[in-house]
C-alpha cells in the first residue's frame, strides 16, 4: 500500500503529539516498576511487615515512592526512600545508645537532672553499647535487581505510542 505525502505528514503530527504523554507513561510504569522491586527487597530485609523492631515503639515504617517531574523537558521519577531506610541500608559504626535526657553537658562530666534510665528486655540500664551493623543496602540490591528492565519498559510504551501514529 503506497502513502502520499499528506498521510505521512498527518502521521508524523501524531507521532509529535502523542510522543510526550508516551514518554510520561513510559517513565511512570519504569518508575513503579522499580519501586515495587525495591519495596519487595524491603519486605524480605524487614521479615515481611516494612517495619524496622527496635526502632521506635512499635517499629519504624520503612518503604520507597516515587515522585513524577512531568514539567521538565523530560519526564523524570525521582526515586526515594521513605522512614529511616538509611538504618537499614547503610552499615552503622559501634556508639554509646543513652536514654533521652541523659546526654553529657558541653561542659564538665555531669549528666543532666531528670535523666531517665534505659530498658532493654527486663534489664534497666543507664546506657548501652552498640556494636554496629553491616548495613543490607536493601534499595540498592532492590533497583539493581530490575535496572536492565527499566529502559525496556520505557521504550515499548513510547514504541507502542508511536506505532499507533503511524497506524
Known amino acids: 500500500?503506497?502513502?502520499?505525502?499528506?498521510?505521512?505528514?498527518?502521521?508524523?503530527?501524531?507521532?509529535?503529539?502523542?510522543?510526550?504523554?508516551?514518554?510520561?507513561?513510559?517513565?511512570?510504569?519504569?518508575?513503579?516498576h522499580t519501586t515495587t522491586a525495591i519495596r519487595a527487597q524491603i519486605r524480605r530485609d524487614t521479615g515481611g511487615d516494612s517495619r524496622m523492631s527496635?526502632?521506635?515503639?512499635r517499629g519504624a515504617k520503612v518503604g520507597a515512592g516515587f515522585k513524577l517531574l512531568s514539567d521538565t523537558r523530560n519526564p523524570t521519577a525521582i526515586i526515594r526512600a521513605t522512614g529511616p531506610m538509611h538504618l537499614l541500608e547503610r552499615p552503622t559504626a559501634p556508639h554509646a545508645?543513652?536514654?533521652?535526657?541523659?546526654?553529657?553537658?558541653?561542659?564538665?562530666?555531669?549528666?543532666?537532672?531528670?535523666?531517665?534510665?534505659?530498658?532493654?528486655g527486663a534489664d534497666l540500664r543507664a546506657g548501652a553499647w552498640h556494636p554496629g551493623?553491616?548495613?543490607?543496602?536493601?534499595?540498592e540490591r532492590g533497583w539493581r535487581s530490575v535496572a536492565s528492565d527499566t529502559p525496556r519498559i520505557f521504550q515499548r510504551e513510547v514504541r507502542e505510542a508511536i506505532g499507533k501514529a503511524w497506524r
Do not use: N
Not at 10 to 30: D, F, H, N, Y
Not at 111 to 120: N, P, S, V
Not at 133 to 139: I, P, S
Open 133 to 139: 551493623t553491616r548495613g543490607k543496602r536493601t534499595f
Open 1 to 32: 500500500m503506497t502513502r502520499g505525502l499528506a498521510d505521512l505528514a498527518l502521521s508524523a503530527a501524531r507521532t509529535a503529539e502523542a510522543l510526550p504523554a508516551a514518554q510520561l507513561a513510559g517513565v511512570r510504569k519504569a518508575a513503579l
Open 54 to 57: 527496635g526502632v521506635g515503639k
Open 97 to 120: 545508645i543513652t536514654p533521652r535526657g541523659l546526654a553529657r553537658k558541653k561542659r564538665g562530666t555531669g549528666f543532666r537532672k531528670g535523666a531517665r534510665a534505659l530498658t532493654i
